[in-house]
């Protein structure tokens, strides 16, 4: 008897459960259906890089935010706001909505729409609340995130047809590249019409693109920085070991002497490029790893030694004997003689062609791009490689130009200073309105008076009085 009430007990438990759920799905069906929340399904910005094949949004660059959210029937979404971030700028101007629907979402419907801007929120209104099943498009224009970049994310809200205001959510952040001065200002050129007018012709925007020049100018500028740093290191450590092979050479030993002879030989008669190639190529085979920029420092001052050899070599040789035997008249070695009386002199007549030296040497370290070293040629290469333009290898040169042209000016000032040219001076004589120079004498100025000696006659005539004098004493006025 227990069992059996216990069974009956439970059946009625059961059966009072299944009839409770039952007219709790009845009530439900009866209640009129509304989505849970406006579900976010897409947020993001137009890819606004120039390159091409470049997926990056730019930052302080023009682009577009397309917002979509997927709406249920009887929502009756009355308007959406969304919250750029901080710093971020827009316009309302062309924003529109577009409502999605169809079997797959491809039946576009145009909401008549009212757009408004609050500081950083845009807010889109709509004339009849949004009551089909669909994807709710938001479009806006004229976008520009702030020029340093970082996570962008975008916030907002939805209000519906009863009043009640949401928040949404699902909002993806935007990444945004930072971008620098250099790239402001030539997204800046990019728009002006005499730039685009110049960019119309194909041998202008290949060989000189205003926009990207001063984008590459940058890039290429570190490059620079590399390059002079290998002529820093590499020239200073060529003078001493041109200097010591200079005095191998003229040395009394035969050993020494051979072997200065034969290194400079060898290194002035290969080309430097095969050096280069040997060394970054050839070590490596050898078990021998070298960093890319001590390796090229070592090439390019190996090179440099033995043409600074025979650059010391000639100016030790130019300096007469007489000198030699004066130092030792005065008790001095070989040794003495060289340091203090024979190498100072030395130094001072081969500076101009030391300095010619240092500008082929830093020209010489373009050829280190062929094995990778980044130096003016190499990132200006890159540049190329990815735009397809000549412009950056114009950059490359300036840069080059900004070295050799002051110090190529300099060594003519150096070698016109040594050789003892005398600087001309024009000797300018004012007259006044009375014809008188400064001083007192007076001249007259008109025709030749007859009477004035030609080239042919080595005497002249004064105007005034006939007399003849000398050319000495005409110079003397």
Same mark, same amino acid.
Request: glycine share 8%; with cysteine; aromatic share 8%.
């Given at each position: 008897?227990?069992?059996?009430?216990?069974?009956?007990?439970?059946?009625? #438990?059961?059966?009072?459960?299944?009839?409770?759920?039952?007219?709790?799905?009845?009530?439900?069906?009866?209640?009129?259906?509304?989505?849970?929340?406006?579900?976010?399904?897409?947020?993001?910005?137009?890819?606004?890089?120039?390159?091409?094949?470049?997926?990056?949004?730019?930052?302080?660059?023009?682009?577009?935010?397309?917002?979509?959210?997927?709406?249920?029937?009887?929502?009756?979404?009355?308007?959406?706001?969304?919250?750029?971030?901080?710093?971020?700028?827009?316009?309302?101007?062309?924003?529109?909505?577009?409502?999605?629907?169809?079997?797959?979402?491809? &039946?576009?419907?145009?909401?008549? &729409?009212?757009?408004?801007?609050?500081?950083?929120?845009?807010?889109?209104?709509?004339?009849?609340?949004?009551?089909?099943?669909?994807?709710?498009?938001?479009?806006?224009?004229?976008?520009?995130?702030?020029?340093?970049?970082?996570?962008?994310?975008?916030?907002?809200?939805?209000?519906?047809?009863?009043?009640?205001?949401?928040?949404?959510?699902?909002?993806?952040?935007?990444?945004?590249?930072?971008?620098?001065?250099?790239?402001?200002?030539?997204?800046?050129?990019?728009?002006?019409?005499?730039?685009?007018?110049?960019?119309?012709?194909?041998?202008?925007?290949?060989?000189?693109?205003?926009?990207?020049?001063?984008?590459?100018?940058?890039?290429?500028?570190?490059?620079? #920085?590399?390059?002079?740093?290998?002529?820093?290191?590499?020239?200073?450590?060529?003078?001493?070991?041109?200097?010591?092979?200079?005095?191998?050479?003229?040395?009394?030993?035969?050993?020494?002497?051979?072997?200065?002879? &034969?290194?400079?030989?060898?290194?002035?008669?290969?080309?430097?490029?095969?050096?280069?190639?040997?060394?970054?190529?050839?070590?490596?085979?050898?078990?021998?790893?070298?960093?890319?920029?001590?390796?090229?420092?070592?090439?390019?001052?190996?090179?440099?030694?033995?043409?600074?050899?025979?650059?010391?070599?000639?100016?030790?040789?130019?300096?007469?004997?007489?000198?030699?035997?004066?130092?030792?008249?005065?008790?001095?070695?070989?040794?003495?003689?060289?340091?203090?009386?024979?190498?100072?002199?030395?130094?001072?007549?081969?500076?101009? &062609?030391?300095?010619?030296?240092?500008?082929?040497?830093?020209?010489?370290?373009?050829?280190?791009?062929?094995?990778?070293?980044?130096?003016?040629?190499?990132?200006?290469?890159?540049?190329?490689?990815?735009?397809?333009?000549?412009?950056?290898?114009?950059?490359?040169?300036?840069?080059?130009?900004?070295?050799?042209?002051?110090?190529?000016?300099?060594?003519?000032? #150096?070698?016109?200073?040594?050789?003892?040219?005398?600087?001309?001076?024009?000797?300018?004589?004012?007259?006044?309105?009375?014809?008188?120079?400064?001083?007192?004498?007076?001249?007259?100025?008109?025709?030749?008076?007859?009477?004035?000696?030609?080239?042919?006659?080595?005497?002249?005539?004064?105007?005034?009085?006939?007399?003849?004098?000398?050319?000495?004493?005409?110079?003397?006025?």
């Amino acid at each position: 008897m227990n069992t059996t009430a216990r069974l009956t007990k439970s059946s009625r #438990l059961l059966f009072a459960a299944l009839c409770t759920a039952f007219i709790a799905a009845i009530v439900m069906l009866a209640l009129p259906a509304n989505a849970q929340a406006l579900e976010t399904s897409k947020c993001s910005a137009r890819p606004n890089a120039s390159a091409a094949g470049d997926n990056s949004i730019l930052g302080a660059t023009e682009t577009r935010i397309t917002w979509e959210g997927m709406t249920e029937a009887g929502e009756g979404v009355e308007s959406v706001s969304l919250t750029l971030p901080e710093g971020t700028s827009f316009t309302t101007d062309n924003a529109r909505s577009t409502l999605l629907t169809g079997k797959d979402l491809m &039946t576009r419907n145009a909401l008549t &729409t009212t757009f408004e801007d609050a500081g950083q929120t845009l807010t889109a209104s709509f004339a009849k609340p949004v009551n089909d099943a669909g994807c709710l498009r938001i479009e806006v224009y004229g976008v520009f995130f702030p020029a340093s970049g970082g996570s962008m994310q975008i916030t907002g809200t939805y209000t519906l047809a009863d009043g009640s205001t949401h928040n949404l959510t699902g909002i993806p952040a935007v990444e945004v590249v930072e971008v620098n001065p250099f790239e402001q200002f030539s997204n800046f050129l990019a728009d002006q019409s005499w730039v685009q007018a110049w960019n119309s012709n194909k041998f202008c925007k290949l060989f000189l693109d205003p926009t990207l020049l001063v984008t590459s100018f940058p890039v290429v500028f570190w490059g620079f #920085l590399q390059a002079l740093a290998i002529v820093a290191c590499a020239f200073p450590l060529a003078i001493p070991i041109g200097l010591l092979l200079a005095l191998m050479r003229m040395s009394k030993f035969r050993v020494l002497r051979g072997i200065a002879t &034969t290194y400079v030989n060898v290194v002035r008669g290969t080309p430097l490029f095969l050096q280069i190639y040997i060394a970054f190529f050839g070590l490596p085979l050898a078990g021998i790893q070298v960093p890319s920029f001590p390796l090229g420092v070592i090439v390019l001052f190996m090179n440099s030694g033995a043409y600074l050899c025979e650059i010391f070599r000639a100016g030790i040789q130019s300096i007469p004997k007489g000198q030699f035997e004066a130092a030792r008249s005065l008790g001095m070695n070989g040794a003495q003689t060289m340091v203090f009386v024979i190498i100072p002199q030395t130094v001072r007549r081969v500076i101009p &062609t030391m300095t010619s030296e240092f500008i082929l040497l830093y020209k010489d370290t373009s050829m280190l791009a062929a094995v990778g070293v980044m130096e003016v040629v190499m990132y200006a290469k890159t540049i190329v490689a990815s735009t397809g333009s000549i412009t950056p290898y114009i950059v490359a040169a300036c840069f080059y130009l900004v070295i050799t042209l002051p110090l190529a000016k300099l060594v003519g000032n #150096l070698e016109a200073r040594l050789a003892g040219t005398p600087k001309k001076r024009r000797r300018k004589n004012k007259i006044d309105k009375d014809g008188k120079k400064e001083g007192g004498a007076s001249t007259t100025v008109g025709t030749i008076p007859s009477g004035v000696s030609t080239p042919d006659n080595p005497k002249l005539a004064d105007a005034q009085d006939g007399e003849f004098i000398t050319p000495e004493k005409m110079s003397s006025l």
